[in-house]
């Protein structure tokens, strides 16, 4: 499977952005999905996943108040909404999959990686 994110860009503090992560190649609807990002300088955290269903989201502290994650099997597409943006949410949005149905925070866990997307939040 082909993971493309895309949906990044410049916005200023407060604003919002939807990242959105297309996969190719075969069906998701098995499979739990997550967002991950990477700052300069920093390791790659977790932001949000979901299940193969859509019914089960995690999130972290930063991330419970502020994004959405969804999903849309039909479209093989993946979505992160994101409002209430920040400096310090500025990072390359990776999406992934996980060969389970069951979502996790783990790096390890997931199996396949989209190339990411820039998201930049001005101040």
């Known amino acids: 499977v082909q993971l493309q994110a895309s949906g990044g860009g410049l916005v200023q503090a407060g604003g919002s952005l939807r990242l959105s992560c297309k996969a190719s190649g075969r069906t998701i609807s098995t499979n739990a999905m997550g967002w991950f990002r990477q700052a300069p300088g920093k390791e790659r955290e977790f932001v949000s996943a979901v299940s193969n269903s859509g019914r089960t989201t995690v999130y972290v502290d930063f991330s419970q108040d502020r994004f959405t994650i969804s999903r849309d099997n039909a479209k093989s597409t993946v979505y992160l909404q994101m409002s209430s943006l920040k400096p310090e949410d500025t990072a390359v949005y990776y999406c992934?999959?996980?060969?389970?149905?069951?979502?996790?925070?783990?790096?390890?866990?997931?199996?396949?990686w989209g190339q990411g997307t820039q998201v930049t939040v001005s101040s």
């Open positions: 992934s999959l996980r060969a389970s149905p069951v979502p996790t925070r783990r790096i390890v866990d997931y199996d396949s």
